[in-house]
């Protein structure tokens, strides 16, 4: 059983950079991979970006591609999302997830979620 904490939400400024950290415990967080998603009021939680277990390959929704970076730390039981040149349409509550497979699943296929935390982006 793997717990998710998230952490590093807040309000910016369009165009200002935020990061996000996820801590992981209670499992063994390197053999995850590990994504994050995000859910704007009224709408569908989607996927943002995802990394495999090893760091070596990540994949990004095109609405984030060369703004966000994902990135872990196996040593620390932390996933990070660094993110950069923010828009409005970027607020929402984003959540940290882990999944025994790497790819672009649906939401119901990670298998542990952390809480989430709000990342408001003012125009």
């Known amino acids: 059983q793997v717990q998710l904490v998230e952490s590093g939400g807040g309000l910016v400024q369009a165009g200002g950079s935020l990061s996000l950290s996820c801590a992981a415990s209670?499992?063994?967080?390197?053999?995850?991979?590990m994504a994050w998603f995000r859910q704007a009021p009224g709408k569908e939680r989607e996927f943002v970006a995802t990394?495999?277990?090893?760091?070596?390959?990540?994949i990004y929704a095109d609405s984030v591609k060369g703004r966000f970076t994902i990135s872990r730390d196996n040593d620390k039981n932390m996933a990070y999302l660094q993110m950069t040149r923010l828009k409005p349409d970027d607020t929402a509550v984003y959540y940290c997830?882990?999944?025994?497979?790497?790819?672009?699943?649906?939401?119901?296929?990670?298998?542990?979620w952390g809480q989430g935390t709000q990342v408001t982006v003012s125009s």
């Open positions: 990394i495999v277990w090893s760091g070596v390959s990540t």
């Open positions: 997830a882990a999944s025994d497979s790497f790819g672009v699943w649906p939401s119901h296929k990670y298998d542990y």
């Open positions: 209670g499992g063994s967080f390197s053999k995850y991979s």
